[in-house]
């Protein structure tokens, strides 16, 4: 392991719905992140800072062949919370590339081929529901946002609509 990887600790365990994935926070010298383990061995997708980057990307670890780490894609931004959805096909995350936090997701795992802004108005800790019909997420007034998804493969995602109201 690259030595600027410093992995403090793991840790909260939990099985997706699907049983496809297991999700677990981690700790990077002081921050936490959250990280995905394939339950078929296929692979690891955290958050990290990788050699010569100045800021966090996402990172994959194949678990068959050449173990290494690779970059998912570059950003300006710190990406985090990366969230794959339940057909492998995208994968949602949050990045401050535009000075806020916002949702994105990108194909999967050709993730530097395209990118969709899917937030309006800030967001983050994007989670897919278990048909992966619909993302849902955080918006920077802590209200619920979803955002559905469709099978036309230009434009798959909706505008975000307000699904929980925020309690004040």
Known sequence: ????????????????????????????????????????????IMTGLAPGATTEDLLFLPLHGQKRWETLFQAAGVERNPAIAPSGRFIAYNSDESGIAEVYVRPFPNAGSRRWQISTAGGAGPVWTRGGSEIVYQDSQGGMMAVAVDSDDNEPFSKPTRTVQRRT
């Not at 690259?2 to 793991?10: A, D, L, S, Y």
């Not at 840790?11 to 921050?31: C, K, L, N």
Request: net charge neutral; proline share 7%.
């Open 1 to 44: 392991m690259h030595p600027r990887w410093r992995i403090v600790g793991f840790s909260a365990p939990a099985w997706t719905p699907d049983g496809s994935r297991v999700a677990f926070v981690t700790w990077f010298a002081g921050e936490a992140g959250l990280g995905w383990l394939h339950s078929d061995g296929s692979g690891l």
